[in-house]
């Protein structure tokens, strides 16, 4: 078979229905939509989810989950990729990367370190927290973690 044989399956593709074209065609005078009622008319018929006035599923299922927004921690988070740009045996700290413009704005829990990319040169890494990964790959680069 070659692109230009593909064709759909036969009975598989119809016809647009054109209403409203007369009595002749079937779907003439009210097109389809019947005599009277919410959805004969125009701009007729419910919002999705309506259910007749039914208490909708929507609002009849409890809500799941718990959001621990008001005690949440925000970290500014920074990847150990990102460190290779700077230069060797520097110390990094939030004042720094705000000075170099890596973060605009300060979290109110600090910085975190995670482990994601690679890093050739020792640098002094200052934050609140690091993952597992960055303390290894910082370490293995010759370089010193200072946990705030």
């Known amino acids: 078979m070659k692109l230009h044989q593909l064709a759909p399956a036969p009975n598989s593709t119809f016809a647009q229905k054109r209403v409203g074209r007369g009595i002749g065609s ?24 309506f259910e007749g006035g ?9 809500r799941r989950g718990f959001n621990n927004k008001n005690f949440k921690e925000v970290y500014n988070i920074i990847n150990v990729a990102d460190l290779e ?28 370190v995670l482990g994601n990319g690679n890093i050739t040169k020792p640098f002094t890494v200052q934050a609140k927290k690091f993952s597992e990964n960055a303390i290894q790959k910082i370490v293995n680069a010759g370089g010193k973690i200072e946990v705030l």
């Open 26 to 49: 079937g779907l003439g005078k009210t097109a389809g939509r019947g005599t009277k009622g919410q959805n004969s008319r125009s701009g007729g018929g419910v919002r999705p989810g």
């Open 54 to 62: 039914q208490m909708p599923l929507t609002r009849r299922l409890p």
């Open 85 to 112: 740009k700077f230069d060797a045996n520097s110390v990094i700290n939030i004042e720094f990367l705000q000075e170099k413009n890596i973060i605009n704005k300060v979290a109110p829990y600090g910085l975190k």
